[in-house]
């Protein structure tokens, strides 16, 4: 059973919530602050609540030492707008300035510690910096669903310390809607696995395979299951040290009498570029020197229909080299389907989620998942440390 907010009373206590605040960024600019609106929520629930909140989050992937570049001072001057509330940042991760800091927090007040990937001990997760935090907390809040398949300091080794670690609100809807997908969707239920390499989603594809009525492929991944069945593919992407694997998801399909269904036709290149030439073939018989970089409009239309039949939907990856525009129709057409099935629908995935904010789409979608790996490792029926820290106890 996951632990929540409303299993704790917060007034007056200290509060270390962990975020997740890897955003990107462009010459210190936020370019999207999705992430960042996402844990608003929790946020004001807690400083509504006169809880005395410490935010910690990571952002890129620092050393194990401070980077300027990977500061989260920015990330403080926009959370600060976007609440209308003060938001204290302090440029250390622990220690003595950050426990002075911690002291002086008021009832509702919130403060920013620096990138906790800037000491060393948190992608290991050191019990030292672990203890150094939970001295001062009185209530851990695990609301970094994108960072709970991480077993860091700050998503266990606190949690684990802390006198209570419940959920924030984010985490909480993120787990609920998730374990809808897998355990009691609404029939029937499709499922549309995209991406460029089979072997990072061989056990996502496998568990929504048991799953789902139905599952839709596309991506690069989608040419090694052709060239598995034998397809000619050209000069495309395939993993020669997947296809067993491959074959093997094949089988199993045929096995379990569900549809797995790959690209009919794909549009072509001459070389990857945004300025190639580009042409439709069929997706098992791509000519000699070409590469397929997208569905076709022919699988286009075949994934729609399958798709505005469903009750419940899930997507993750791209069908195609999205970052070129002529190869990022496969991908707006099914953002297009999702949102017109009117199903239940999940969403997550960097490219996937993109193609929803160029189409205008996302308020159309019943849930888009803040997590990348993390939602792959929870399609995939994996349990997650950041999450099982918080079902142990209240």
């Given at each position: 059973?996951?632990?929540?907010?409303?299993?704790?009373?917060?007034a007056g206590r200290t509060v270390?919530?962990?975020?997740?605040?890897?955003?990107?960024?462009?010459?210190?600019?936020?370019?999207?602050?999705?992430?960042?609106?996402?844990?608003?929520?929790?946020?004001?629930?807690?400083?509504?609540?006169?809880?005395?909140?410490?935010?910690?989050?990571?952002?890129?992937?620092?050393?194990?030492?401070?980077?300027?570049?990977?500061?989260?001072?920015?990330?403080?001057?926009?959370?600060?707008?976007?609440?209308?509330?003060?938001?204290?940042?302090?440029?250390?991760?622990?220690?003595?300035?950050?426990?002075?800091?911690?002291?002086?927090?008021?009832?509702?007040?919130?403060?920013?510690?620096?990138?906790?990937?800037?000491?060393?001990?948190?992608?290991?997760?050191?019990?030292?910096?672990?203890?150094?935090?939970?001295?001062?907390?009185?209530?851990?809040?695990?609301?970094?669903?994108?960072?709970?398949?991480?077993?860091?300091?700050?998503?266990?080794?606190?949690?684990?310390?802390?006198?209570?670690?419940?959920?924030?609100?984010?985490?909480?809807?993120?787990?609920?809607?998730?374990?809808?997908?897998?355990?009691?969707?609404?029939?029937?239920?499709?499922?549309?696995?995209?991406?460029?390499?089979?072997?990072?989603?061989?056990?996502?594809?496998?568990?929504?395979?048991?799953?789902?009525?139905?599952?839709?492929?596309?991506?690069?991944?989608?040419?090694?299951?052709?060239?598995?069945?034998?397809?000619?593919?050209?000069?495309?992407?395939?993993?020669?040290?997947?296809?067993?694997?491959?074959?093997?998801?094949?089988?199993?399909?045929?096995?379990?009498?569900?549809?797995?269904?790959?690209?009919?036709?794909?549009?072509?290149?001459?070389?990857?570029?945004?300025?190639?030439?580009?042409?439709?073939?069929?997706?098992?018989?791509?000519?000699?020197?070409?590469?397929?970089?997208?569905?076709?409009?022919?699988?286009?239309?075949?994934?729609?229909?399958?798709?505005?039949?469903?009750?419940?939907?899930?997507?993750?990856?791209?069908?195609?080299?999205?970052?070129?525009?002529?190869?990022?129709?496969?991908?707006?057409?099914?953002?297009?389907?999702?949102?017109?099935?009117?199903?239940?629908?999940?969403?997550?995935?960097?490219?996937?989620?993109?193609?929803?904010?160029?189409?205008?789409?996302?308020?159309?979608?019943?849930?888009?998942?803040?997590?990348?790996?993390?939602?792959?490792?929870?399609?995939?029926g994996k349990t997650l440390p950041?999450?099982?820290?918080?079902?142990?106890?209240?």
């Amino acid at each position: 059973m996951l632990a929540t907010l409303q299993d704790v009373d917060v007034a007056g206590r200290t509060v270390f919530v962990r975020v997740d605040f890897n955003v990107p960024l462009d010459g210190g600019r936020i370019a999207d602050e999705t992430r960042i609106r996402a844990h608003l929520p929790t946020i004001e629930a807690l400083s509504d609540r006169r809880a005395k909140i410490v935010l910690a989050s990571h952002l890129g992937r620092p050393k194990g030492a401070p980077d300027p570049a990977l500061t989260l001072e920015p990330v403080a001057e926009r959370l600060k707008a976007l609440l209308g509330r003060t938001v204290r940042f302090i440029p250390a991760v622990a220690g003595p300035e950050v426990d002075a800091a911690v002291r002086t927090l008021r009832e509702g007040e919130i403060l920013l510690l620096e990138n906790v990937r800037f000491h060393p001990g948190e992608t290991k997760n050191d019990p030292e910096l672990s203890a150094a935090w939970a001295a001062w907390t009185d209530v851990y809040v695990g609301d970094a669903f994108g960072s709970a398949h991480r077993a860091h300091a700050s998503t266990v080794g606190i949690a684990e310390r802390a006198p209570q670690a419940v959920a924030g609100l984010l985490m909480e809807r993120e787990i609920r809607m998730l374990t809808r997908v897998l355990e009691a969707p609404e029939r029937p239920f499709v499922a549309i696995v995209g991406g460029a390499k089979i072997k990072d989603k061989i056990g996502v594809l496998k568990n929504l395979l048991a799953k789902a009525d139905a599952v839709l492929v596309g991506g690069g991944m989608a040419n090694t299951l052709l060239f598995a069945e034998g397809a000619s593919l050209g000069a495309s992407l395939v993993e020669p040290e997947a296809v067993d694997v491959a074959r093997a998801l094949l089988d199993e399909a045929r096995a379990l009498g569900k549809p797995l269904m790959l690209p009919a036709d794909v549009v072509v290149a001459d070389r990857f570029s945004a300025d190639a030439r580009t042409d439709v073939a069929d997706a098992r018989a791509v000519p000699d020197g070409w590469q397929a970089l997208d569905i076709g409009p022919r699988t286009r239309e075949r994934f729609r229909e399958v798709i505005l039949g469903a009750k419940t939907v899930v997507w993750n990856g791209p069908m195609g080299v999205f970052e070129l525009p002529p190869f990022a129709e496969g991908t707006r057409a099914i953002a297009e389907a999702v949102a017109a099935s009117g199903a239940m629908s999940v969403v997550g995935g960097g490219d996937s989620v993109a193609a929803l904010n160029e189409t205008g789409l996302k308020d159309r979608i019943t849930h888009v998942s803040t997590g990348g790996g993390a939602t792959l490792e929870f399609l995939e029926g994996k349990t997650l440390p950041g999450v099982a820290v918080l079902m142990r106890r209240p």
